[in-house]
């Protein structure tokens, strides 16, 4: 398996335009999660899926983040509008299970996405 | 927040064993620990995770305390590539699933810098 694949690798846009993210988890694995990543807050967990079903959306910063999945092998994470304070690394990562202790339940992380709002 | 307590950073010698301290003194019972460790510019990648026994695995050893309130993470011949920060997560079992306590929930971690 290729591993969690994630696109872009690199955004830059302008403050005001939508951005939309990409993420195909790997194959078979039933929870997807998007986490966010800076420097003054680190990595934080946003939204996660089980079966395609948004389960926690707590972490989303407001309503100009949602995120879909429309079937088990893509999701999108979406900005918009963007501001610069959005600028961060955006993680995606998949598992089969969701409850610690399994070693069938280890969250695979794709490469990030490097967001750059101006 | 994180329920874990890790040194900002570490340095170790190259063919060391490097040893990452972690408190977590508000453990409950069928929490597990985790490690994770982040290379620069990658995602997250699992090292190894532990309830009460000590594990070992290909990368890492993993010694928990008897009171589980703190464990420390051991890579025992440190090569540079091993330089990275290493998150120490305690993440809720099987037994007490539902709701976010499966979650990771990352702190600060501890930036290992393994040199020559």
């Known amino acids: 398996d290729a591993g969690v694949i994630q696109s872009p690798r690199h955004e830059v846009t302008e403050m005001g335009q939508e951005v939309t993210l990409r993420c195909k988890p790997i194959s078979g694995h039933d929870y997807l999660f998007w986490y966010r990543q800076t420097m003054m807050r680190g990595l934080e967990l946003l939204i996660y899926f089980n079966n395609n079903v948004p389960i926690d959306d707590s972490g989303m910063p407001e309503d100009r983040f949602s995120a879909k999945m429309p079937n088990a092998s893509f999701s999108t994470l979406k900005i918009q509008p963007s501001e610069p304070r959005d600028s961060a690394v955006y993680f995606c990562?998949?598992?089969?299970?969701?409850?610690?202790?399994?070693?069938?339940?280890?969250?695979?992380f794709g490469p990030g996405t490097r967001l750059t709002v101006l | 927040d994180a329920k874990t307590t890790q040194p900002t950073s570490m340095d170790c010698a190259e063919g060391r064993a490097a040893n990452l301290p972690c408190n977590h003194s508000t453990i409950s019972g069928n929490e597990y620990v985790y490690w994770y460790r982040q290379i620069h510019s990658q995602g997250p990648q699992y090292i190894i995770h532990?309830?009460?026994n000590n594990e070992t695995n290909e990368m890492a050893s993993l010694i928990i305390t008897e009171d589980r309130k703190s464990s420390t993470l051991i890579l025992p011949h440190a090569t540079l590539r091993d330089t990275a920060v290493y998150y120490c997560?305690?993440?809720?079992?099987?037994?007490?699933?539902?709701?976010?306590?499966?979650?990771?929930?990352f702190g600060k971690g501890t930036k290992l810098s393994v040199k020559p």
């Open positions: 997560i305690v993440r809720g079992g099987v037994l007490n699933y539902g709701g976010s306590q499966g979650n990771l929930i």
């Open positions: 532990g309830l009460k």
């Open positions: 990562a998949s598992s089969l299970g969701l409850a610690g202790g399994s070693y069938y339940n280890e969250q695979f």
